[in-house]
């Protein structure tokens, strides 16, 4: 059995058993992945993936040039864990529940933590689940910092009145139709408060080169 082929059999296997905690039956495409993280790079910092599963995201990651140390891979699912910890031996794989995430600690060592790339069903998740999970998020997220998140929805997953009380603003950063199902990504990020506004002070992540 090829890996590719094993990792869409765990998914599905896992799937069947918690499909509210399972985002998808299969993993997830490299269109999608490609579009995921293509505002990260190696100068990124470190990048918390929350729900990485089989490690689809987290591969490419590794070719927009993250360094494997830099990864933090929070996953809930024992068997996905246990296979994160495998393939990714230099990689920070952490099980936990990401509602739990203001609770992880971070080494000091640890470069700053530049973005969150999110494979979780954020819309089959409770309302007050969510929260923690971005309030979690931001807590490590430095200043200028990204959290993305995809769906197969025609909106953000994320409700605005949601977002309105956390102080973030939603950003459309395209769709694909190469993935089954279809997805969009979106970028979630701090708002600005209306008295700073500096111009001409780039976004971190935003330095790195798209694509």
């Not at 918390?48 to 699912?77: H, K, Q, S, W």
């Not at 007050?128 to 993305?148: D, P």
């Not at 197969?152 to 102080?167: K, T």
Request: charged letters at 20%; a positive charge; one cysteine or more.
């Amino acid at each position: 059995m090829t890996n590719r082929t094993a990792d869409a059999f765990l998914f599905f296997r896992a799937w069947l058993s918690a499909p509210l905690s399972v985002a998808s039956v299969t993993p997830s495409g490299r269109a999608l992945s490609s579009l995921m993280t293509a505002e990260i790079c190696a100068g990124t910092g470190t990048v918390i993936e929350l729900g990485p599963g089989t490690g689809v995201f987290t591969e490419a990651l590794l070719r927009r040039g993250v360094p494997e140390e830099n990864l933090v891979l929070v996953e809930y699912g024992s068997e996905f864990a246990n296979q994160l910890s495998e393939r990714f031996p230099t990689a920070k794989t952490v099980r936990m529940d990401a509602a739990q995430l203001r609770k992880m600690p971070l080494h000091t060592s640890t470069p700053p933590v530049g973005a969150v790339v999110s494979g979780l069903p954020l819309l089959s998740m409770p309302l007050r689940k969510v929260h923690a999970i971005l309030e979690g998020a931001f807590s490590h997220l430095r200043h200028g910092g990204a959290f993305y998140q995809f769906t197969y929805g025609p909106r953000c997953p994320i409700a605005r009145p949601l977002l309105d009380r956390l102080g973030l603003k939603a950003t459309y950063v395209g769709c694909t139709l190469a993935n089954i199902p279809p997805a969009a990504v979106y970028r979630i990020t701090r708002r600005r408060p209306r008295q700073e506004g500096v111009i001409g002070k780039a976004d971190p992540v935003s330095q790195c080169d798209g694509g």
